[in-house]
């Protein structure tokens, strides 16, 4: 039965950690918890063990490391970190299989042959040829927006960097189609998600959302395999994402359809959340923040309506901007590796085939590294120059974001047009909900902003919900319930 192949395949890296000398790392608790808001789970660990910790359940371990330090030792040695992001891979014939089978599956010769085929149609050389998708895909979708509507900017941002991708990624322009195919691969992330959490604890329980997994796997692969015929049969003159990766199939023979499928996958699903997460953050931080927007409305003053890609790159404070929104709700908030071999980290003793966390989110929020961590401050991008175990948004090493220069185009083109519409009024008493869903920090409520003329500067109002665990907004956007707090 389908239900039983999930738990032979699923990870179970939660065994025989052990720790020398001391155990002041070990903490006791639910591990369910850290899946179900791995925010606050991981600061408590943080708050109690420091630079190190161990949750334990019934003998089962998760090893958790924040500092820059042990970031940097993990990181950097992908030979013994191993990246298994998906804790439920299917079985060897199943479609689960075939569509997780891109980079964050792989590991050692195969990581390193398949990511140098696509890091080369990653490159910086193509870039500018993406910029002109870019703008007129923003363009047309805001072109809908009027001032004084109120839209939900979560959902907006969702549905602009779905079609994004589609067309960045596989030259599809068709709204309908990228809104469906963005569907359900959104979808099956929250499913991996849902279901990963049991086989992460290994508990039984979750077996019966097995099934629907492979459902919705099996449902996903079939929409891709289409795209992939329709991409063939229409001609393309512009650039695209896939159209290069298929040319590198042809030369170097190297990717069959079945990995073209698991690639093309992996990448929609890394691209579209992230990139949007990170607009609709920025977006909502900045209607809470005046003087950072006012003085944002006027360095983009300074560009024309159509600024292009070398514009863009000499706008400071919209980089500090996003380099600060990025930095406070980082949209990829944590991931994990498994050890392939017998390693210690400080004085954790980890076997082969066991489970380390890292946390941008929580690297991020260390005051020694950050002033005034918990505030949204662009300013201190002015003067500070993190190392790349410091500040890692992207991730660093090896496995570093391969889109990253894509995605800081798509974010600051996409922001500078938005911006040039329309400014964004949040509603007062709004409850402003994040969390973490299959390692990615966005919005899980509405963020509904009125649509303000860019004359106009939005004022700060009180909002209620998660957000005030994830980071501290100023006294006007606090309610006498948080201000308690
Ligand atoms: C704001 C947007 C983005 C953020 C925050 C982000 C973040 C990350 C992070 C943190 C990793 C490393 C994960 C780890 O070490 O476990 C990663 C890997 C990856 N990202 Fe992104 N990403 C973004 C956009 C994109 C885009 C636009 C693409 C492609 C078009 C992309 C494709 C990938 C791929 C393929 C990997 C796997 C790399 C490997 O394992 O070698 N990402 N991303």
Redesign the pocket.
């Known amino acids: 039965m389908a239900s039983h192949a999930v738990m032979e395949d699923a990870v179970s890296p939660l065994r025989n950690i052990t720790l020398s000398p001391a155990s002041r790392h070990i903490v006791q608790g639910d591990l369910l918890e850290f899946t179900r808001d791995p925010i606050i789970c991981m600061r408590q660990l943080h708050k109690a063990c420091g630079d190190l910790a161990v949750l334990e359940e019934d003998g089962q371990r998760l090893a958790f490391v924040f500092s820059p330090e042990y970031n940097r030792q993990v990181l950097s040695n992908p030979n013994t970190f191993h990246?298994q992001?998906f804790a439920l891979r299917g079985s060897r014939r199943s479609a689960q299989r075939r569509v997780t089978s891109?980079?964050?599956s792989m590991n050692g010769a195969e990581?390193r042959e398949n990511?140098r085929i696509?890091m080369d149609v990653f490159t910086r050389r193509f870039l500018p040829q993406y910029h002109e998708t870019i703008t007129a895909l923003t363009n047309k979708f805001t072109s809908a927006w009027e001032t004084g509507q109120t839209r939900d900017l979560n959902q907006e941002m969702v549905r602009l960097m779905q079609r994004m991708s589609n067309s960045l990624?596989f030259g599809i322009d068709d709204d309908r189609y990228s809104d469906e195919l963005g569907d359900k691969i959104d979808r099956w992330v929250r499913q991996n998600h849902e279901v990963g959490l049991g086989a992460f604890v290994a508990r039984p329980e979750f077996r019966e959302q097995y099934d629907e997994l492979l459902l919705l796997a099996e449902d996903l692969e079939r929409s891709v395999g289409e795209m992939l015929v329709r991409h063939r049969q229409t001609p393309h003159d512009r650039l695209d994402?896939l159209s290069l990766m298929m040319k590198a199939q042809q030369s170097e023979q190297q990717l069959s359809d079945e990995r073209l499928i698991g690639h093309a996958t992996?990448?929609f699903a890394?691209?579209h959340l992230?990139?949007a997460h990170?607009l609709s953050w920025t977006l909502f931080l900045l209607s809470q923040h005046p003087q950072a927007m006012q003085r944002l409305a006027a360095e983009l003053e300074s560009v024309g309506d159509k600024p292009d890609w070398t514009e863009l790159q000499s706008l400071k404070w919209l980089d500090c901007v996003i380099r600060e929104s990025m930095r406070l709700l980082?949209?990829?908030s944590y991931?994990h590796r498994i050890t392939s071999e017998p390693v210690s980290v400080g004085p954790l003793n980890l076997p082969k085939g066991a489970a380390v966390v890292f946390s941008q989110f929580i690297t991020h929020h260390r005051p020694d590294l950050f002033e005034e961590p918990e505030e949204f401050r662009p300013e201190r991008w002015l003067t500070i120059n993190p190392g790349a175990y410091e500040y890692l948004?992207?991730?660093a090493g090896a496995?570093?974001?391969?889109?990253?220069d894509?995605?800081m185009m798509?974010?600051r083109t996409a922001l500078s047009l938005i911006l040039k519409e329309h400014h964004f009024q949040l509603q007062s008493g709004s409850q402003v909900d994040g969390r973490v869903v299959s390692t990615m920090l966005g919005p899980t409520s509405s963020v509904n902003a009125k649509l303000l003329p860019v004359e106009e500067i939005p004022v700060t109002v009180p909002v209620c919900g998660a957000i005030h665990q994830l980071m501290q907004l100023p006294e006007a956007a606090t309610t006498p319930l948080h201000r308690a707090a």
């Not at 496995?399 to 990253?404: E, L, V, Y």
């Open positions: 990246c992001f891109g980079l964050l990581h990511r696509m990624l994402v992996l990448t890394a691209a992230t990139t990170t980082p949209a990829s991931s948004p992207f991730g496995r570093r974001c391969i889109g990253a894509l995605a798509e974010i």
